[in-house]
């Protein structure tokens, strides 16, 4: 199943996408998953046959993540390009939820901030409800499903702060989408291929069975030490092929259009404006 969160008459409704169309869904006080995918209460779409998608504005599939926890260093031939070792244990860090936009909308930041905005396409998951010390062979019974992330990073931040909360969080910095797949469509998400392309040229291009640590070990790791919540959205990693990795390094310029594609859901695309 392909979720999605739309636009109604300034409403946000959760959705069903099919080769019908769209299927806005009803919203009650006690729906779990409608009420974790759009802002929470009771609505009933006036319309409730399919929407043509070309008539349809999608939002960010989530609305308000809780947390967003991020794992780095994660494929081998990006720790390889960065010149560290492969971790012994998933680094991870946070990116704020506010950083959260969506399909189309647009990537924002002043060149007083930063003058190295990178790209970072990644498989990212949605829990599903709230676990703790799961082991890693039940951990994707948890997942409600996967979407696109790009964890665009300021990396002059990112290096003079000695930490990365600052240069992961700018807002707009965590674009999601387009929709969430279920487990059902992708059973094995250490198979996919996962790209990234700056003004249609291919900056990424690799498999998720390139991580270092798959899903099911990522979940089962955190959970060790954390609830995971559900709505909390956690991606994996970048495989090689950042503007940081490369030489002579081209980062994000105004007017680039950033696009992050992974087989079995989509492409999310965003523009750059920098002011």
Known sequence: ??????????????????????????????SPLTNLLATPGPRNPERTDPIPADQVELLSPIARPGSIIAVGLNYAKHAQESGMEPPAAPVTFPKLPQSVIGPGEVIEWSS???TQVDYEAELALVMLDDVRNVSVETALHHVLGYTCCNDVSARDAQFSDGQWLRSKSFDTFCPLGPVIVTPDEIPDPQNLRISCRVNGETRQDSNTSDMIFGVAEIISYLSRFLTLRAGDVITTGTPAGVALGRSPSVYLADGDIVEVEIEGIGVLSNTCSVS
């Open 1 to 30: 199943m392909r979720l999605a969160r739309i636009e109604i008459d300034g409403l946000d409704y959760a959705a069903r996408i099919d080769e019908a169309g769209v299927h806005p869904l009803i919203t009650t006080a006690d």
């Open 112 to 114: 007083e901030h930063s």
